[in-house]
C-alpha cells in the first residue's frame, strides 16, 4: 500500500484539519474560559489558556448558581434528567425493537399501513403536538411532573426506535425464524433468544440516539415540566438569564460544559459502535 505524502493527501488532511479547528474551537473556548477566575476573563483574550486553572466556576455552577429565585445550582435539574432519560430511553427503545420485530417478521394485513402511519411521527413537528399532549398528560394526572416527560418523550421516540428497527430486522434471514417455529418457539421465545442477541449494533445506534435527543431537549422540558421537574436543558437557560450585578461568564460556560458532558461522554466512549451499527444494516445479505 503506497503510504507516500501526496498533495492530495496534504490537502485532504489540511481540510480535515480545518475542520476540526472549526468545531472544535467553541468547545476550547468553553472549557478555557469555565476554568478561569472573572479577572484573568476581563484581562485576557478569548483563546488565552487559563494561567490558574481553577474549578470554582464549576462548583458554583452545580450547587450555588441562581436559576431565578432558585440559588440552588445545576444539581437538581440534572438530578431530574437523569430522572427522565433513563427510564425514556430504555423504554421507547423496547418498544421500537418490538414494533419493528413484528413489522419486518411477523406482516399482517395493513402493516405496511401501520408503519407508515407510524412513519409519519418522524417527520411531524413537536410543535403541532404541545396542545393535544397537554390535554393527555391533564387527564391523566401526569401534568408537571417527571412522570408526563418520560410518557411525552416515549411516545415521541416511538417512530424513530420503530423505524432504526424495522429496517434492521429487514436484513436478518426470514429462516432464522421460521426455523424457531419449526422448534416449537413462540413469538416471544424467537424475539428474546434469537433476535435480540443478534441486535446489538442498532441497539447501540439507538439507545444513543434516544439519549442525545431526550437529554438536549429543551421545548417538552420548558412545556411539560413543573417547578420540581425541568430538565438541564431549562436550568440551563434560566441560568443563562438571570440578571445579576456582574455577569459571570466562567459559570455559564461552566453549566454549560455540565448539561453537555453526559452527551459528550455517551459520544467518545460509544462513538465507534454508532458508527458500525449505522452501518451493520446498510447491505442486506
Not at 500500500?1 to 496534504?10: A, G, K, S
Not at 485532504?12 to 476540526?20: D, Q, R, V
Not at 408503519?115 to 418522524?122: D, H, T
Not at 411516545?155 to 421460521?178: C, H, M, Q, W
Amino acid at each position: 500500500m503506497n503510504n507516500r505524502l501526496t498533495w492530495h493527501r496534504l490537502a485532504l488532511f489540511g481540510a480535515l484539519g480545518l475542520f476540526a479547528f472549526f468545531f472544535l474551537t467553541p468547545l476550547y473556548v468553553m472549557v478555557a474560559t469555565s476554568l478561569k477566575s472573572m479577572d484573568e476573563i476581563r484581562t485576557g483574550t478569548l483563546l488565552s489558556l487559563p494561567m490558574s486553572p481553577s474549578f470554582a466556576a464549576w462548583a458554583k455552577a452545580w450547587s450555588e448558581a441562581c436559576t431565578g429565585t432558585d440559588c440552588g445550582g445545576l444539581k437538581p435539574f440534572f438530578m431530574n434528567s437523569v430522572m427522565m432519560v433513563v427510564p425514556a430511553v430504555a423504554t421507547s427503545t423496547l418498544i421500537g425493537a418490538v414494533n419493528g420485530y413484528v413489522l419486518s417478521k411477523w406482516r399482517f394485513r395493513g402493516s405496511e399501513l401501520m408503519f407508515a402511519m407510524i412513519l409519519f411521527g418522524v417527520f411531524m413537528p413537536m410543535q403541532v403536538v404541545l396542545l393535544p399532549m397537554s390535554q393527555v398528560l391533564g387527564w391523566l394526572g401526569l401534568a408537571s411532573s417527571v412522570w408526563g416527560l418520560i410518557l411525552v418523550h416515549v411516545i415521541a421516540g416511538i417512530p424513530s426506535t420503530t423505524l432504526f428497527f424495522r429496517n434492521y430486522y429487514v436484513g436478518l434471514p426470514d429462516e432464522l425464524v421460521k426455523a424457531a417455529m419449526l422448534d416449537g418457539a413462540n413469538f416471544w421465545q424467537i424475539f428474546v433468544r434469537i433476535v435480540l442477541p443478534l441486535s446489538t449494533p442498532i441497539m447501540v445506534v439507538t439507545l444513543i440516539w434516544q439519549f442525545t435527543n431526550i437529554w438536549n431537549d429543551f421545548l417538552y422540558g420548558v412545556v411539560f415540566s413543573g417547578a420540581d421537574s425541568k430538565p438541564i436543558t431549562v436550568g440551563l437557560n434560566n441560568l443563562a438569564n438571570t440578571s445579576s450585578t456582574v455577569k459571570e461568564y466562567n459559570v455559564d460556560m461552566a453549566a454549560a460544559m455540565i448539561a453537555a458532558l453526559p452527551t459528550l461522554l455517551v459520544y467518545v466512549l460509544a462513538g465507534k459502535y454508532f458508527v458500525r451499527g449505522l452501518t451493520a444494516g446498510a447491505v442486506k445479505g
